[in-house]
């Protein structure tokens, strides 16, 4: 069983930035593949970014390019993402989540794919 934990949301104006967090309570870390997700009120979970087990490709929802950063540590057994030039449209709960495996190169990025969920993280983007 792999537990995560996200940090790092909160409340912040358009245009400004966030780091969000998420410690995994493994040690085989770096065989996991990572995702962010969020949900907004309303709407279905969907996919903001994700990153290999290895970590030599990322992939980006189209509206978060060029904004969004996502990262990965292996000594610290952690995810992280990047968000800059936040917009009110960004507003929702995010999740970390962690698959087992998976391709080096292509990353997951469908929600039924990822094992282990976080219990997620508000950001608010005020306009």
């Known amino acids: 069983q792999v537990q995560l934990e996200e940090s790092g949301g909160g409340l912040v104006q358009a245009g400004g930035s966030l780091r969000l967090s998420c410690a995994a309570s493994?040690?085989?870390?770096?065989?996991?593949?990572m995702g962010w997700f969020r949900q907004a009120p309303g709407k279905e979970r969907e996919l903001v970014a994700a990153i290999t087990w290895s970590g030599a490709n990322t992939v980006y929802a189209d509206s978060v390019k060029g904004r969004f950063t996502i990262s990965r540590d292996n000594a610290k057994n952690a995810v992280y993402l990047q968000m800059n030039n936040l917009k009110p449209e960004d507003t929702a709960v995010y999740y970390c989540a962690a698959a087992r495996g998976g391709s080096y190169y292509h990353p997951r990025t469908l929600a039924y794919e990822y094992d282990y969920w976080g219990q997620g993280t508000q950001v608010t983007v005020s306009s």
């Open positions: 493994t040690r085989t870390f770096s065989t996991y593949a």
